[in-house]
Every structure is written in structure tokens, then in C-alpha cells.
């Protein structure tokens, strides 16, 4: 089921870069950066649930909270 979220999420992420660099409208980026977010907090709790306990997997959490952090800046700025 994870697997199919981080498909799903990343297809939406490409759609929403691509239209907003094709139309030059940046107005959602706060956006794609929070579903981009949501994607490598996913992508970093498969990591952890493959029972290896690497180091990618908190690194992937880390960056999650980072573009959430950044997308939420983005949302009370504009």
C-alpha cells in the first residue's frame, strides 16, 4: 500500500512541477513542496520498514519534515 502512495504522490508531484514550469505560474509550489514532502516520508517509512534500520530511511524522514516545513513558510507568506 505504501508503494502505491509514493506512486501516486510522485505522479502528482511531476503534473503540478510540470504545469507550473510550462505556464511560468509559480503560485503552487507551496503546494507540490508539500506533497513532495508527503513522498519522501513515505519513500523513508518503506526504507524503515524493510527491517534494516539503515541510515536512508532517517535521512528521508528528515528531509520529509524539511519540505513540510518549508511548504507550510510558503503557505503563510502568500
Do not use: H
Amino acid at each position: 500500500m505504501l508503494k502505491r502512495l509514493r506512486i501516486f504522490l510522485s505522479v502528482i508531484v511531476l503534473v503540478l512541477s510540470g504545469y507550473s514550469l510550462i505556464t511560468q505560474n509559480f503560485k503552487l509550489v507551496p503546494y507540490f513542496m508539500f506533497l513532495l514532502g508527503a513522498m519522501i516520508l513515505v519513500t523513508g517509512l518503506i526504507e524503515l520498514k524493510r527491517d534494516k534500520k539503515e541510515f536512508w530511511g532517517y535521512v528521508c524522514i528528515i528531509a520529509s519534515l524539511f519540505a513540510v516545513y518549508v511548504s507550510v513558510q510558503g503557505f503563510l507568506l502568500n
